[in-house]
């Protein structure tokens, strides 16, 4: 089955960096996009970073010029470089990965359908 393994979280201080990695398997297929959210104690999950197969990317207005995704491409890793991090960034990181697929669970999508996959989490703790 696909799952998606993260790594690198932990403990930085303010101002500092971080790499994230994420790699998925259990797929023949490319992921259609890969990327990060994150979600703070007693906030919404939100979007962070996501990089489509193509190689284009999206960002969190929050996060420009301070993170870069990176990867997204046949092997199935995604990595989020996190520089000039802030007290604010503090979070569990969650990857996300995207399967456009035709055949999903035996039934057939003749346009297609998006399946989406969730890693466990990694925890990004920012000190000031």
Same mark, same amino acid.
Not at 64 to 81: C, I, M, P, Y
Not at 97 to 103: D, E, H, M, T
């Given at each position: 089955?696909?799952?998606?393994?993260? !790594? #690198? =979280?932990?403990?930085?201080?303010?101002?500092?960096?971080?790499?994230? $990695?994420?790699?998925?398997?259990? *797929?023949?297929?490319?992921?259609?996009?890969?990327?990060?959210?994150?979600?703070?104690?007693?906030?919404?999950?939100?979007?962070?970073?996501?990089?489509?197969?193509?190689?284009?990317?999206?960002?969190?207005?929050?996060?420009?010029?301070?993170?870069?995704? !990176? #990867? =997204?491409?046949?092997?199935?890793?995604?990595?989020?470089?996190?520089? $000039?991090?802030?007290?604010?960034? *503090?979070?569990?990181?969650?990857?996300?990965?995207?399967?456009?697929?035709?055949?999903?669970?035996?039934?057939?999508?003749?346009?297609?359908?998006?399946?989406?996959?969730?890693?466990?989490?990694?925890?990004?703790?920012?000190?000031?």
């Amino acid at each position: 089955q696909v799952q998606l393994v993260e !790594s #690198g =979280g932990g403990l930085v201080q303010a101002g500092g960096s971080l790499r994230l $990695s994420c790699t998925g398997s259990g *797929t023949p297929h490319t992921f259609k996009s890969m990327g990060w959210y994150r979600q703070a104690p007693g906030k919404q999950r939100e979007m962070v970073a996501i990089i489509s197969k193509d190689g284009t990317s999206d960002y969190a207005d929050s996060v420009k010029g301070r993170f870069a995704v !990176s #990867g =997204g491409n046949g092997e199935n890793t995604v990595h989020l470089q996190m520089n $000039s991090v802030k007290p604010e960034d *503090t979070a569990v990181y969650y990857c996300h990965a995207v399967l456009f697929l035709s055949y999903y669970r035996g039934t057939y999508y003749p346009e297609g359908k998006d399946v989406a996959y969730w890693g466990q989490g990694t925890q990004v703790t920012v000190s000031s």
